[in-house]
């Protein structure tokens, strides 16, 4: 994701997140795509498998150790955002839909996504003991 295109960085640079709140939600897009939890866009350059028998390149490696703690600290953020503020978290900060978007998806009213984001920033700020 491009940060000068992240609804994220564009809420901060008007005033709308505070520098605790940007941070809290980097981290949580930072182990989401750590975790490479998102849909592929481009095709997979893994060694295609081999006849038994055949000498072959070694099997594609298990996902990493770093993936797996990335994919816990996530599902952790994530629980502990809770139903409602997870909805809103996933949208903008993971998947980089802007405000309006995520709200019509959403059927929430128009300017509700903003509070709502704002609140599940500030909870995940505090998971993350930010000052």
Known sequence: MNLAESPLQWLRARGHVDARQFEAGERLRGDYEMAAIG???????????????RRSAP?????????????RRFD????IAGRG????????VCAGEGLSDAERALGWPSRAGKLVLCLALDRLAD?????
């Open 39 to 53: 849909p592929r866009v481009t095709m997979r350059w893994d060694p295609a498998p081999r006849a038994p028998g």
């Open 59 to 71: 099997e594609p490696m298990d996902p990493t150790l770093a993936q797996i703690a990335a994919k």
């Open 76 to 79: 952790a953020a994530i629980g």
């Open 85 to 92: 503020l997870a909805d809103i978290l996933w949208r903008v």
């Open 127 to 131: 998971h993350y003991g930010l000052p």
